[in-house]
C-alpha cells in the first residue's frame, strides 16, 4: 500500500546512529522556546481559558495579554536569577504592541526566532505568495530590531502547508522547530537544498499540556523534571535535545511559575554533561558537524 508521504526525512531509528558531542563533552542539550505572542482583539485565533462568547472575546484575550504585561516579565527575572538563556519565539507583532518586552530580552542578548506575525493566525492555509510574504514581513521585522535575521522559525500555531521549509530555505532560515518527531536535529530536504529540524516538545509544552489536557502547574513541573533525569540518563548512548515550550500567559502565573522555578532550578543544579543553551546554538553545532553524522539529506 503506498501511503502519501513528505519527501522531506527517511526513517532512522535513533539507536545505531553515528555518534558526537555537544560542546565541553555535554550529551544533553537543553533549551527554553519563550513564546513572545500578540493577538487581534475581537477576531482571529487565540488560547481559550474558557470557552469564549461572542467577539469581542474580553476574558480571553485579556487573560492572554496578561503573558505581556505581568507574566512574561516575572518569568524574565526567573531567568536572570538562574543565569538561563532563551530563544525566544516572537511575533513579530509584539515590536508594535509592546517594544519594552522585547529590549528586555534583547538586553539579555537572548536568541531571536521567527514565529510569525501574531498567533491570531495560521500561514499553513495561505497561498505561496501569501505564505512567503508573511514569512518575509516578519523575518524583517526582527531583522530591523535586532541587528539580523533569525536563523530560526515556529509556525503559530505550529502551522505549515506543504511548501513551507522550502519557503523558509529560501528566506535563509537555517532550522526549523515545528517538527516534533526527533530527540536530535534531522535535516530536511528542500527544493533548494536543505533545513535543519530541531526538536521542539508537543509534550513538555505547556498549550497543550495545561489548556489541552488540563493538568495543574505541579505536574507540569514534575514532567519536566522526570523528562530531564531520564534524558539525561539516555543521553550517555547519544546525544540528545530537550526542549522547553512556554508561554508567559501561561506559567507566568503567579502559582504556576513556583513551580516551574522548582523543575528549572533542578536542572541547573544537575547540569553535569548538559549543555543549557539556545535552539539556535544547538542547531549552529550540528550544523558544523562532518556529513553523515546528522541524519537526514
Known amino acids: ?64 495579554d496578561y503573558g505581556n504585561r505581568v507574566g512574561a516579565w516575572r518569568m524574565l527575572e526567573l ?9 525566544v519565539l516572537l511575533n513579530s507583532a509584539i515590536y508594535d504592541y509592546a517594544p519594552q518586552l522585547a529590549a528586555a530580552f534583547r538586553a539579555r542578548g537572548d536568541e531571536f526566532v521567527g514565529h510569525g506575525r501574531s498567533n491570531a493566525e495560521r500561514q499553513g492555509i495561505l497561498d505561496e505568495a501569501g505564505e512567503r510574504a508573511l514569512i518575509a514581513e516578519a ?20 502551522s505549515q502547508s506543504r511548501v513551507t521549509p522550502d519557503l523558509l530555505q529560501d528566506a535563509g532560515d537555517s532550522y526549523l522547530l515545528d517538527w516534533c518527531m526527533d530527540d536530535q536535529p534531522v535535516w530536511f530536504r528542500t527544493r533548494h537544498g536543505r533545513i535543519l529540524s530541531l526538536p521542539y516538545p508537543q509534550e513538555l509544552n505547556d498549550i497543550p499540556m495545561i489548556v489541552g489536557r488540563k493538568i495543574g502547574g505541579d505536574s507540569f513541573a514534575d514532567m519536566i523534571v522526570d523528562n530531564f533525569d531520564e534524558m539525561r540518563a539516555q543521553s550517555r548512548a547519544q546525544p540528545l535535545v ?17 513551580h516551574l522555578r522548582r523543575a528549572l532550578q533542578h536542572i541547573a543544579a544537575n547540569r553535569d554533561g548538559v549543555w543549557i543553551t539556545t535552539a539556535g546554538a544547538i542547531a549552529a553545532h550540528a550544523a558544523s558537524l562532518p556529513p553523515g553524522i546528522v541524519p537526514g539529506g
Not at 503506498?2 to 558526537?20: F, N, Q, T
Not at 550529551?27 to 469564549?52: D, I, K, S, T, W
Not at 530537550?242 to 513556583?258: D, F, S, W
Request: proline share 10%; hydrophobic share 40%; aromatic share 14%.
Open 1 to 64: 500500500m503506498d501511503l502519501a508521504g513528505h519527501g522531506r526525512y527517511d526513517y532512522s531509528p535513533i539507536v545505531g546512529r553515528p555518534d558526537y558531542s555537544w560542546p565541553g563533552g555535554a550529551r544533553l542539550a537543553v533549551y527554553v522556546g519563550l513564546n513572545l505572542e500578540h493577538f487581534a482583539f475581537g477576531e482571529g485565533l487565540g488560547a481559550e481559558l474558557a470557552p469564549g462568547g461572542p467577539q469581542p472575546d474580553v476574558l480571553n484575550y485579556a487573560w492572554r
Open 139 to 158: 523575518t524583517a521585522a526582527i531583522a530591523h530590531h535586532e541587528g539580523r535575521a533569525p536563523a530560526g522559525w515556529l509556525g503559530p500555531w505550529i
Open 79 to 87: 531567568f536572570d536569577a538562574l543565569g538561563w538563556p532563551c530563544s
Open 242 to 258: 530537550m526542549g522547553i515550550a512556554l508561554h508567559p500567559y501561561l506559567v507566568g502565573q503567579p502559582y504556576r511559575l513556583r
